[in-house]
């Protein structure tokens, strides 16, 4: 799917300065190391600030007290101060982010099938484009900035152009990040259609762009959502913060006897609902409840022979790690005491402040809890359509662990 050539695109982004007026910053802590080794981030407090500091995101050239260290996005306004572009002598320029673009379309050739139009194009710093984000949902490409500074320097315009020419989308749209309103606007091509059906190993879904949560859908599940088809057959399986339905549809698909989805939004149990329905699933086989999973756990309930628990990020910043490893216990705990003898608890988090380490601690203190007992059969994390940078484990962010309870 699309052109197998990229095609350039106008030059009218990033116009380089002559070398004696470019902005350069200089590291007041020795990162050299893990820099060259491919590190993405530095923190304001290893960063010498100018004296006359930009207003706004820009391209700079960094060092340190033994030589150049290669190119950065310089945001002045929050803790993260550089974004490693590349390690080379010469700045990046229009050519080189048109290869880095071409070359994530193409390191995604086996996600892209007649049963799969929907896949993350741009993984920010996984794909050497700090801070950008790049969703298709078939003909759909949603452009998202991860903060104020990549808003700034990334040209949505001129990465539209980009896709517009060089993949099968039609229309481009930009979508604010954790914003209360979740704010679309379209940025060039044909009026979207802001609700696709997308295929995803030949499973549809109905996906909302504007309400829905991140870019519309989590694409980066797709791997473990295929898992649980693989496994539910005959079994009753329980979805807790189901959204819009991606694994309950997928057990259903794999012949669950019957499937359960619990989400506090009753616009996700809805979605849920259509999506059962769009993949010819028999009505009598889902129930769709609009509770709070806290409150759906508390005390004596039903038993089920597989658990899917998928909670939101419950930490968006280190400070909050703590509460947010309590939350998990607790709600892992509560579902892994509705487990029968012998069936399975699968458990996620997309914390990227919980590491894996932690997560399996996590896993180990909520078994203790619930008096349980679990064997590990699978472990998993984001689909390759999400990928990391070697020397940044950091955004290894999604955790997806499936146990077998005795």
Known sequence: MGLQTAMPIKKKWIEFMEPSSRLKIKLARNLRRSILRGHPWVYKEAV?????????????????????LG????????PLSLR??????????????????????????????EKTNAYRLFNGEGDGLPGLVC?????????????????????KNVIAEWLLKNTECTSVVEKSRRNVERKVEKVVGD?????????????????????????????????????????????????????????????????AARVASVDISKGAIDLALENWQLNGLNPSLHEGLAVDVFEYLSGEGEQWDHIVVDPPSMSHSEAKKET??????????????????????????????????????????ALSQARRNGRIVRVAGQGADHPF??????LRYLKFIDLVLD
């Not at 600030?49 to 050239?61: N, V």
């Not at 892994?336 to 990227?352: M, Q, T």
Request: proline fraction near 5%.
């Open 48 to 68: 010498e600030m100018p004296s006359s500091r930009p207003e706004r995101a820009r391209l700079c050239q960094v060092s340190d007290g033994k030589g150049e």
């Open 71 to 78: 190119w950065a996005i310089f945001d002045p306004h929050g």
């Open 191 to 255: 009026d979207p259609n802001y609700h696709p059906v997308i295929l995803e190993n030949g499973v549809k879904f109905k996906v909302d762009l504007e309400l829905g949560q991140k870019t519309g859908f989590f694409l980066d599940q797709r791997d473990n959502r295929d898992y649980i088809r693989r496994i539910s057959s005959g079994k009753s399986v329980l979805n807790l913060f189901s959204y819009s339905g991606g694994f309950s549809v997928y057990a259903g698909l794999g012949g």
């Open 84 to 113: 490693m572009l590349c390690t080379k002598k010469s700045p990046p320029n229009q050519t080189y982010f048109e290869k880095r673009f071409q070359q994530a379309f193409e390191i995604r050739s086996h996600v892209r099938s």
């Open 324 to 365: 947010a490893i309590a939350k998990y216990i607790e709600i892992f705990s509560s579902a892994a005491k509705r487990v029968r003898p012998g069936g399975g608890l699968s458990l996620s988090s997309c914390s990227s402040h919980v590491s894996m380490d932690d997560f399996f601690k996590v896993i180990e203190e």
């Open 135 to 155: 969703d298709v949902y078939d003909k759909v490409a949603v452009l998202q900035f991860d903060g104020q500074g990549p808003s700034e320097f990334w040209d």
């Open 389 to 394: 940078p070697h020397a940044c484990l950091e």
